[in-house]
């Protein structure tokens, strides 16, 4: 009998078997791997978020789902994305958005996505997010409307994170940090303006008027810039999604912002009339010596120069008081004069000789037009220890004679470099540190001036319209001229902080006040951002221009006068 074959002996063996021997499969069948989008959120945004100040979830990781609302996942951004609950909770105090720290090696996503994302909920300083995140599940699409917010805001807590528009027309007030790191402040209802400026500024009510406007990243200098704006100028229909960090909420724009320019450049000082001009001008530190407070080197210097030369230019004044110039005898200033003198004419400005600039590194200076004034007397100083920057004091008439006046040029102390007690320290009452110098020396200044003939008391006081070094001079009878001829929008010569406010002034006393026929602020400076200036180091050059604007970080003082045998 022959052997049967492999496939033979299979059959009969397969043939002998029970049916329900060969029904039973031979290894148990897997059950299928549940698809990513099948595997449930585990917690909703708002509880994620919780109705405080922080996530009551700290340290445990969930699962969210949600809308993307706003991309930030390259690493020159922020390194993540926004996501929302379109199906909001019943509580206003829960934010229904929140942050995914996922960059784009986690996940690729885009502005619509519905996601579902895992990760452990943290707060990182004060803002609430998810980090690290361990998935990122793309599963479909969806649509979350921007939620229209009105300021003077509330609480913001409960809408960090999440989608906004704002319907009502905001007002650029900072933009220090625009070239930086690309922020800048917002605010509605007009500007903001220091407390201590003028009556009836709340400073609860400026913050809640104010929002940070961010650019999506924590670069520093960024290579494109947001929009180069004014201060005054007006943003329409801002959109974006708000975040926090560096101790401030910052609105992060998921569309381009449309500014308007309310606040255009003025080409030169509103008249002041009269027939004699005077005015006060801080220079931000103008050093011949490189590499000290000013400029860096040469070609900062130029360009530096170049910018002053074109504000002096423009106030055309009769005499100008300076402040921030180089404590070097005559070189710095003489330096600004002569390269004046280049523009308009040689002997048009003189410059005075400070007969005691004190030991500080800046001196106080003052440059006149010998055509048109002459000094009655030599020049003269305070020489009250009160003073580190002592004042310069100097009479003069009309070159055909004529009433005489006194210019007392100023730059009290400022308001930096706080003592940590004392009564120089910061008292709290928003006048800030050395405030009780800086009212002695108004003080001392009262002492100054009680026998000048036709005092003006002018330059950079670091104290605001309302404070108490202002308020001592106004009480020993000098009166504030810009109070009385600049309207209070305009009454600014600089912003810190976000808030405009008179930190410059001139006050006239005795008989001169009804000489007064003007005054103004040439707002060239303060409503500048500061990457238009002269420096090199960061500030893109195509921005750069040899004109007045932010010449310094203050704007200058015109006054006008009308004093017999004054010329003009």
Request: some cysteine.
């Amino acid at each position: 009998m022959r052997a049967l074959s492999r496939a033979s002996l299979t059959a009969l063996i397969v043939a002998a078997m029970p049916a329900a021997l060969l029904a039973a499969p031979a290894t148990p069948a897997l059950a299928a791997p549940a698809a990513p989008c099948d595997t449930p959120a585990t917690h909703r945004i708002s509880q994620v978020q919780g109705d405080g100040d922080a996530t009551p979830l700290a340290g445990r990781t969930v699962r969210v789902e949600g809308v993307v609302t706003g991309d930030f996942q390259r690493t020159d951004q922020l390194g993540g994305f926004f996501l929302q609950d379109p199906r909001p909770d019943a509580d206003p105090r829960t934010s229904e958005g929140l942050f995914a720290y996922a960059g784009e090696p986690v996940r690729d996503v885009k502005p619509g996505d519905r996601v579902l994302v895992t990760g452990r909920a943290t707060e990182f300083n004060g803002w609430t997010e998810l980090s690290p995140v361990t998935a990122v599940d793309v599963c479909g699409t969806g649509r979350v409307a921007a939620r229209p917010y009105r300021l003077p805001s509330g609480e913001l807590e409960a809408v960090e994170n999440t989608l906004l528009t704002f319907p009502q027309p905001l007002t650029v007030s900072e933009h220090y940090n625009l070239g930086h790191y690309g922020e800048v402040t917002l605010s509605a209802q007009g500007r903001l303006y220091q407390p201590t400026d003028r009556p009836g500024v709340d400073p609860a009510r400026n913050a809640r008027r104010s929002l940070l406007v961010d650019d999506g990243s924590t670069r520093e200098n960024p290579a494109t810039l947001p929009p180069v704006v004014r201060a005054g100028d007006v943003a329409s229909g801002l959109t974006g999604v708000l975040g926090y960090g560096f101790g401030a909420y910052r609105l992060q724009p998921t569309k381009p912002i449309a500014y308007r320019p309310a606040n255009p450049r003025p080409r030169r000082p509103s008249p002041v009339a009269g027939n004699v001009k005077v005015a006060s001008f801080n220079t931000l530190n103008w050093f011949t010596t490189l590499g000290s407070r000013g400029a860096g080197d040469v070609e900062e210097q130029r360009r530096q120069l170049a910018k002053l030369v074109a504000a002096l230019k423009g106030l055309d004044a009769d005499a100008v008081a300076l402040m921030e110039v180089e404590n070097n005898g005559q070189t710095a200033l003489q330096a600004l004069v002569d390269a004046v003198n280049a523009e308009v004419g040689a002997g048009t400005y003189a410059a005075l000789a400070h007969p005691h600039p004190g030991t500080d590194a800046i001196q106080v200076g003052l440059i006149y037009k010998p055509a048109r004034l002459a000094p009655v007397g030599e020049p003269r100083a305070s020489r009250d220890a009160v003073f580190s920057r002592p004042p310069l004091i100097q009479t003069f008439r009309g070159k055909s004679g004529g009433r005489p006046f006194t210019m007392v040029v100023n730059h009290l102390k400022s308001k930096g470099s706080c003592p940590s007690s004392g009564p120089d320290a910061d008292q709290g009452d928003g006048q800030g540190c050395w405030n009780a110098t800086r009212v002695a020396q108004a003080r001392a200044l009262l002492g100054v001036v009680a026998d000048l003939p036709g005092p003006i008391v002018l330059g950079d006081l670091n104290a605001y319209g309302e404070e108490d070094p202002i308020r001592t001079l106004e009480k020993g009878g000098l009166t504030s001229v810009t109070k009385k001829f600049v309207p209070a929008r305009q009454r600014y010569s600089y912003v810190f902080d976000g808030l405009a406010g008179e930190l410059d002034h001139v006050l006239v006393g005795g008989e001169l006040r009804r000489r007064v026929t003007g005054a103004t602020i040439w707002h060239i400076n303060a409503d500048e951002p500061r990457i238009r200036d002269y420096n090199t180091e960061f500030n893109p050059p195509d921005l750069y221009r040899p004109d007045a604007y932010r010449s310094s970080d203050h704007d200058p003082l015109v006054v006008g006068l009308t004093l017999p045998g004054g010329g003009r």
